[in-house]
């Protein structure tokens, strides 16, 4: 899992509640990534992080948003979640100096919204 | 826009038998490709990846994938699956400029004694 943690692994959830869910990487790597996994759709990319502050969306990013305050950690708010954003959150991270922007990803967060 | 497709949505296959699973890609710049692999209830591992040079590209557990520019391909194999084979596997497209990785829409496997 290349040193990515997320938290927390599993959540329920309830409409029109607010939701953070944080990726914690400890070896300084740039860029971050926040993921959804459907059946049938993949992997989507809803954000994504080049720096502390520098942040820019994916092509799934409406109902999300995110914040990064510090290198290791890049957290994803759902400011009023719905039943749609139920789904299997990944972050994700590319190495430092890598050229190629290879991703590895951490273990995934469960979020059920009822 | 760029898009990955995985043909195949769902591939049974008996243990020991070969296994291949279908991956096309549409993008006008040159890109990345890799196959990550997703066991029961994990996150995803990638598997291999091509760059550049050769074509067929080896991976771990036994896999191999071929890039195949003409036809936008880049199908994986095994020769000789495993009932530990068992898993989701997704294709995935990067340009090489870029840093927005595409997947297709996942593979599922399931390998029978």
């Known amino acids: 899992d290349a040193g990515i943690t997320q938290s927390p692994r599993h959540k329920v959830t309830e409409t029109g509640t607010p939701v953070t869910l944080r990726c914690h990487q400890t070896?300084?790597?740039?860029?971050m990534y926040w993921y959804r996994q459907d059946p049938g759709h993949g992997l989507r990319l809803i954000h994504y992080?080049?720096?502390?502050?520098?942040?820019d969306k994916g092509e799934v990013s409406d109902g999300y948003s995110v914040s990064r305050s510090k290198t290791e950690d890049f957290l994803l708010t759902l400011e009023s979640a719905t039943s749609s954003q139920t789904s299997v959150y990944f972050c994700?991270?590319?190495?430092?100096?890598?050229?190629?922007?290879?991703?590895?990803f951490g273990p995934g967060t469960r979020l059920t919204v009822l | 826009a760029q898009s990955v497709t995985q043909l195949d949505s769902q591939v049974p296959v008996f243990e020991e038998a070969p296994v291949e699973l279908r991956c096309n890609y549409s993008?006008?710049?040159?890109?990345?490709l890799f196959w990550y692999v997703q066991y029961p209830n994990q996150g995803l591992q990638l598997l291999l990846k091509?760059?550049?040079?050769?074509?067929l590209v080896k991976g771990i557990n036994g896999f191999e994938a071929e890039f195949n520019k003409s036809q936008t391909s880049f199908h994986l194999r095994k020769p000789s699956v495993h009932i530990s084979d068992t898993a989701e596997y997704f294709c995935?497209?990067?340009?090489?400029?870029?840093?927005?990785?595409?997947f297709g829409g996942g593979t599922r496997v399931l390998v029978k004694p």
């Open positions: 993008s006008s710049v040159s890109v990345y």
């Open positions: 070896e300084n790597h740039r860029y």
């Open positions: 091509y760059l550049s040079g050769s074509t």
């Open positions: 994700a991270i590319t190495p430092n100096g890598e050229s190629y922007n290879e991703q590895f």
């Open positions: 995935a497209a990067l340009k090489a400029a870029g840093n927005k990785l595409t």
């Open positions: 992080s080049y720096g502390v502050k520098d942040t």
